[in-house]
């Protein structure tokens, strides 16, 4: 539930939808004009677990709560969808703070590993204190549904996911992350400034559905980075696609883990960069 602390419908809406208009001047073919622009929406959100400031990071404003619940499973604060009792957002001036109840067992692993993290929306490490601190061992994803062919699928995928980016059509700057049945057909997508932001919206939302993120696969409009690597390992996710290219830390994870890594995702084709036994 989302609960203004400053009144005005008018700001909880832009809040919700992610973007918000701003005068811009148009200048085209010798001549200019003054208009307005729809920008995406980039704000503070501040993470509280059981009243413990547990991370600020910097995301579209829309569908916090379920970027809450993604990002508290993709980080490994909590192991399941039941360990989380409670979300409730609140708007403090120009930012957001998103506040869970998790179980008490998990709250307690959490001090004890706790990190004061203050995250950029191009970044999913930002503040960590020690290299010792990357987790960069992955679980193992086990995907009996994985074709030895997975084309077809990347190709509906690539061929639809612009439809559903309704925030990219407004602002022309924001990453999708969807979630595929193993067809290629889209069932969810999650838009936001920050790759890795979009993918725990979409995780977030598929826990809270209690959907078994086995059965399908994840097709992002960014390139493929570590963080989204060990993010799609740590729920069981069996596929990583993207438009973009991969990186080699990207690389390094999915493959011992099984994750299919497949990148330059187009209508005609795509490149696999973990080449598996099970497929």
Request: charged share 20%.
């Amino acid at each position: 539930m989302l609960t203004e602390t400053s009144p005005g419908a008018a700001t909880a809406t832009a809040a919700e939808s992610g973007c918000e208009a701003r005068p811009v001047l148009r200048r085209r073919a010798g001549s200019s004009g003054p208009g307005t622009d729809s920008v995406a929406q980039e704000a503070p959100v501040a993470l509280v677990i059981n009243g413990i400031s547990y991370a600020v990071m910097m995301a579209t404003p829309a569908s916090l709560e379920e970027f809450a619940a993604g990002f508290v499973l993709t980080e490994g604060v909590v192991g399941a969808r039941s360990d989380i009792y409670e979300i409730e957002v609140q708007r403090h001036g120009a930012g957001y703070e998103v506040a869970l109840e998790v179980a008490q067992q998990c709250f307690m692993q959490m001090k004890e590993k706790r990190r004061a993290m203050a995250g950029r929306s191009g970044c999913g490490v930002c503040g960590i204190e020690s290299l010792a601190m990357l987790d960069l061992a992955p679980e193992q994803v086990a995907a009996p549904w994985l074709g030895r062919d997975v084309a077809p699928a990347v190709a509906a995928a690539a061929r639809e996911l612009g439809r559903h980016q309704a925030l990219m059509r407004a602002t022309g700057g924001v990453h999708a992350a969807a979630w595929c049945a193993p067809d290629g057909g889209i069932v969810h997508v999650c838009e936001d400034v920050g790759r890795h932001n979009a993918l725990d919206k979409l995780i977030g939302r598929l826990a809270l559905q209690g959907a078994d993120m086995r059965e399908g696969f994840v097709f992002m409009s960014s390139r493929a980075s570590y963080e989204l690597a060990r993010k799609a390992t740590r729920m069981g996710i069996p596929m990583l696609a993207t438009i973009s290219a991969p990186s080699s830390l990207a690389i390094d994870i999915a493959g011992p883990a099984g994750l299919k890594l497949v990148s330059f995702c187009r209508q005609d084709g795509c490149v696999e960069y973990t080449l598996l036994d099970t497929v």
